[in-house]
Each structure stands twice: as C-alpha cells, then as structure tokens.
C-alpha cells in the first residue's frame, strides 16, 4: 500500500528548522534591541539624504569609493520599513545569519555524500557545521553591528551560488532517497537507531542521556524512508541506516541497477548545463559582488572544488570541468568593467595604500591569526605566543587528522581530500583580506572572516567526526562545543549591548545640554571593540536632533567625475581626542596645571587616547599639547571657552565646569 509521507516529513523539518532558529534568536537576544552606533548613524543619514545609492560612500572618509549598490538596495528598503527603529535593522542581519547558517549546514552536507562514512556520522557532519558557524563567537562584530552587514548579505549570496553550484554534481535522482526531501535529509542529521525500551539494569548519566536523545527523537525524527520500485514507500531498517557505505556487502550507488554515474555519472554533468540552475548561481555570485567586493576570489573556490572532483575520476575531461570556471570568471570580469564605470577605478574601497600594500610581515601574522580567531573570541592583553601556539596546535590537529583519516579509511573515503578542500577553500575566502587587520584582543575586524568562517564551521565538523569517529561521543562533544560556543557568544554581545546604550546616553545627554557650542573634551570610540562613536555622532544629531541646535547640515559636491564628496558637518561641535573604554566605570581625570591649562587623564591603565582625521586640536579658542597614550594638556587660549568643555565621565557628557 502506498503511503504519502510529506506532510510529516515537512512537519519535522519546520520544527527542526524552528529549534536552529530559536538557539541563534537566544544567542542575539540581547542585541535585537539594541541602539545604534557609530557608522549606523552614517548609513542611515546617507539612506536618507541619497536614497539606495548611500552606501556608495566612502563612510569613514566621505568619498564614493564603493560599488555595493544591492546592498544599498537591501539597507534602503529597511530603512523605508523601520524607519530609525534599531531592532528592525538587527532583525534583517539576524536573519541573513541564519540563513547563512542553514546553506554551510546544505554545502557541509553536500560534500558529505562522497565521504564514505558510517551514515549517521554523515548526517552529523551538516548538523554540527551549521550550529557551529551559527553560533561562532568571531560573528558577533558582523552581525550585532548594523553597519557591518556587508559581510553578512555578501556571504549569504555567496554561499547560495555555490551550494546551488554543488547540488547538480553531488545529488541525483539515482543515488539520494533523500532529494526529494530538499532540507528534510539535512536536518534530520542526528537520527538514532530506532530507540530500544529503557534500560532496566544499566544506571549512571550515559543511560539517561540515551533514553533522552531516544524519547527526543521518537517525537521528533520520522524514520527515513526510501521509495520501492513501484514508487512505494518503505522503512529502511536499522542494519541499513546504521552501516558503513564501505563495508562488506552493502549496496553503494554504483551497484544499482539504476545507477547513472554517481557524482561524476553522465546525468549529473548534464544536469550541470540546465541553463536555470547555471544562471541562479551566476546571478547569486554577481548579488555577492555587488554587496561587497571582498567575494572577487570566488571563481578560485570553483576552480578548487573541479579539481577536488578531478582527482577523484581522472577521467573526467579536465578542460569540460574548467570551463564551467570560464563563466564564473566572466561574471567578475563583467563586474570590474561595470565597476570601473560607476567609480572610475578598479581599486576604490580603502584605497591602493591598504588593498595593495603587500606587507609581508603583516601578511605572515594574518596567515597565524585568521584561522585561529575564525573560530576564538579576542582574548585581551594576549600576545603573539598565545595565538602562534594555538596557530601550531591547529597545524597539527590537522596533520593528525589527515594521518588518522588515511590510516582508517585510506584515500577512497576521499576524507582527506575533503578536509583539503575545506582547508584550501578557506584560504581562497580570505586571499582579499589578507593585507588588513583583525584584532587579537577585541572584535574589531572580525567581520573580514565571517565568509571565510563558513568553511572554518566545516572544517571542525570534518575534524570531530574524524577524531571521534563514535556517534554518541560525537553527539556529546558536539553539544559540549555548542553550549560553549553560545555562552561565549552571548558574553562578546554584551559589549555591542552596552556601546548601544552608552551611544543612546551620550546623544542624549549632548542634546540636553544647554551649551550651544560645546568643545567635547574627548569621545568614546569602542567599548572592548564595540564601536561606539568612531564616526556617526554628528550624524546622529541630524538624525534625532528634532530642533537642530547644533545646525548640522549636509554637503555634496563633485570633486573629479566620478568622484563625488559628501559630510554632514556642524561649525558649532569641536572634536577634540578619542579614547578607549574597558569598563564601564571608566571616566576622565582632570588636573588643573596651571591657569587656563588642564591636564586630562584616563583613569583607567589599560585604556588610551588618540586622535583621527575628525578631530581638532589647534583652534583660536585652544591647542592640544603633550600627547600622551594615558593623558594630554588641553590649553584655552580663549578663557572665556572654559564654559563650554564638555567631559567624558561614567557614560555621559558632563560640564567641566559643575
């Protein structure tokens, strides 16, 4: 009798898809509401002066020198939405994130199906790398800051062009009962065998833990199915589930009758050249480009993953396999040309100085620091020690792995191979953002790796499972790795939670004031990396300042076509320094020197003034003197000015003069 099971299997997919969603809303529950900071300010005010073509600019340095106009698009038709509402803005990252999380959980599953593996293992490998790269404490710049959803909306992009690009070549009819299932297969990852009665004589936590995951996935899990040669739907036993695809007997894809080719067969290339499925992944990659211009290594990633598939049947024609590279290499070349004609350059960006500054001592410190804070919060006053033995620790993991995997299951589990891959695609996702900096200490940077990571997140998987290679120790370690992952999360989203409120307090207070021309004696810039007010303060006067008492006002003009400079700029705030916080008690010393001249002194040791190109130190009304890390002399050549200095103190702007 034929029996129809999607409605339930579409039942337990939205409930699974439903549980990944809520321990990711948990883990950023505490930002959602949280205001906004520093460039925030610069987006919206650009999204509201210029429409959807804002966030061509330069924010740091006012210039057109970006070409991201469908992130334009995105941020525009949020703010049409939200308006100047934050949460709506942390909702539109946050759910760019999940996603991202479900298409690694989809592209760790489809590289799965060469590995010859114990099935379940398998199906563990997508389930952990999609919590994994969901929960990864080095996201948190690129997700909870608003303005760094660049990252976010570009890797979504990115990953769905090439997960779409996998599914013809790994997933055919012949040898998946899982295909028409879609997200079904990959989210029933972590199946049991089917749950025996409670044990009666074994006691201790291992026999609780079992009946738990037993009783869970009972209610939770369908047993999986496969269809009979009449289209029937029939149980799959535990003996099948559970056994290697490699061992004794067992039927593998090739020794079906209805076998055409496996990953490499002739339909599977075929299917390759369906025009929709080609131009969705082409397009999907030209979206990426145009969110942000760091995805330019992409192509490398496809070259890459056709030889990883070339040195498995080395009689698949080489020069057929690289030309499906050809149109992908066309697309960056076509975005190049579209790009030089809007900006009037190839390079834009933060200029030929950072993006072509080929530094190689700063080149050899990323090659230790990126893979090891892929997956490490900043640890703050940690030294190169730290992070060169957790680079070497990492060196050898891998070493280890790859020795372990070729003594158990020899090259034809093509596990090595994989973790290769993974290794070297990496390195691909993160060749463009190899000459800037990512801090060791704190979250400032982080969001150059958030697409590289996405390969991190499988990478672990792979190294797990290989490690571990027992389901249940797996299961355990992995939920281990993922409640540590997410506490940690959650402690690094504290600090963008409290730069939130401290940016809402301080604007307000700079509003209340009753100085027209206050001088701001110093402005926070990060609170332990959050940003707070780098840029955005003038900005977020024009945005909430209903009255405009400081008469901010708004400049566009064209330098060199294509050039064009824009500022929001108010002639009655002075900018004089900018200073670190590490807590939130950290406020300002002031020692008087002598008449007219002030000492001012961070009170905390560990934190540090310094100056950028918006700040102002020589005025008719004063002059910046001896600038220290921990202090600087603020001298008043007009007294009468004393009156309107401002002062930084305990989250809020205060008169020097109370």
């Not at 709506?88 to 590289?111: D, E, K, M």
């Not at 049991?192 to 044990?199: D, G, Q, T, V």
């Not at 400032?444 to 027992?470: C, D, H, K, M, P």
């Amino acid at each position: 009798m034929n029996t129809k099971s999607f409605p339930k299997i579409s039942f337990y997919s939205i409930i699974l898809i439903v549980i990944i969603a809520l321990t990711g809303f948990i883990a950023y529950s505490n930002i959602l509401n949280s205001f906004f900071i520093s460039d925030d300010f610069v987006l919206i005010a650009l999204l509201s002066k210029l429409g959807p073509f804002g966030l061509w600019f330069n924010q740091q340095h006012g210039q057109s020198l970006f070409f991201r106009p469908l992130l334009g698009l995105i941020s525009f038709l949020d703010y049409k939405i939200w308006g100047l509402n934050p949460f709506g803005y942390h909702l539109t990252n946050f759910g760019f994130h999940l996603a991202n999380s479900l298409l690694v959980g989809s592209i760790a599953f489809l590289l799965s199906l060469n590995l010859r593996l114990e099935l379940k293992l398998k199906r563990f490998i997508p389930y952990f790398a999609g919590f994994i790269f969901l929960l990864l404490p080095s996201h948190s710049e690129a997700v909870s800051w608003i303005s760094a959803r660049t990252d976010v909306i570009a890797t979504f992009f990115a990953l769905l062009s090439f997960s779409i690009y996998l599914i013809p070549i790994n997933l055919t009819a012949s040898n998946s009962p899982y295909q028409s299932r879609g997200f079904h297969f990959l989210l029933s990852t972590l199946r049991p065998n089917p749950p025996a009665p409670f044990p009666a004589r074994e006691g201790g936590v291992i026999n609780i833990f079992k009946s738990l995951r037993d009783l869970i996935f009972r209610i939770v899990l369908p047993s999986p199915r496969r269809r009979g040669a009449g289209g029937e739907v029939t149980q799959v036993s535990a003996e099948n589930e559970t056994a290697p695809h490699y061992q004794g007997e067992t039927k593998t894809p090739s020794s079906s009758p209805h076998y055409q080719g496996g990953v490499r067969g002739g339909k599977t290339f075929k299917q390759f050249h369906q025009p929709i499925k080609l131009g969705v992944s082409l397009t999907a990659f030209l979206a990426a480009l145009l969110c942000k211009e760091s995805i330019v290594s992409f192509p490398g990633l496809i070259i890459a993953y056709e030889l990883y598939q070339y040195s498995q049947a080395k009689s698949r024609n080489i020069k057929k396999t690289l030309t499906n590279c050809l149109f992908y290499v066309a697309v960056l070349g076509f975005y190049f040309v579209w790009r030089y004609l809007k900006l009037g350059t190839l390079i834009g960006g933060y200029g030929e100085g950072i993006h072509l500054k080929f530094n190689p001592i700063q080149i050899l410190y990323n090659l230790i620091i990126y893979p090891t804070r892929s997956f490490l919060p900043g640890q703050f006053n940690s030294g190169l020690t730290f992070w060169f033995l957790a680079f070497i620790g990492l060196v050898l993991i891998s070493i280890f792995a790859l020795i372990l995997s070729y003594y158990k299951h020899q090259l034809e589990s093509n596990i090595p191979q994989t973790l290769i891959l993974v290794i070297i695609g990496f390195w691909i996702c993160v060749l463009p953002a190899i000459n800037v900096s990512v801090s060791p200490f704190d979250t400032q940077g982080e969001r150059y790796l958030y697409w590289a990571s996405s390969f991190a997140s499988i990478y672990i998987a792979l190294i797990i499972t290989i490690l571990v290679s027992n389901f249940q120790l797996c299961l355990i370690l992995s939920s281990i790795i993922l409640v540590s992952l997410g506490l940690s999360l959650y402690s690094v989203n504290q600090n963008w939670k409290f730069a939130g409120e401290l940016s809402e307090t301080l604007l307000s207070s700079l509003q209340k004031t009753p100085i027209e021309s206050p001088i701001i004696t110093s402005v926070p810039d990060n609170f332990r990396g959050a940003y707070i007010y780098r840029t955005g303060l003038i900005q977020g006067l024009y945005l909430f300042d209903i009255d405009n008492r400081f008469k901010v006002k708004f400049e566009q003009k064209t330098i060199n076509k294509p050039f064009q400079k824009v500022r929001f700029y108010s002639d009655k705030i002075l900018l004089v320094m900018m200073n670190t916080l590490l807590e939130p008690t950290d406020k300002i010393i002031v020692n008087l020197i002598k008449t007219n001249q002030y000492q001012l002194k961070l009170s905390n040791p560990q934190t540090a003034f310094f100056l950028t190109p918006k700040n102002t130190v020589v005025t008719p009304d004063y002059h910046v003197s001896n600038v220290q890390y921990q202090s600087y002399t603020l001298n008043l050549n007009n007294p009468s000015r004393f009156q309107d200095l401002l002062l930084y103190s305990s989250g809020k702007f205060v008169k020097l003069s109370d």
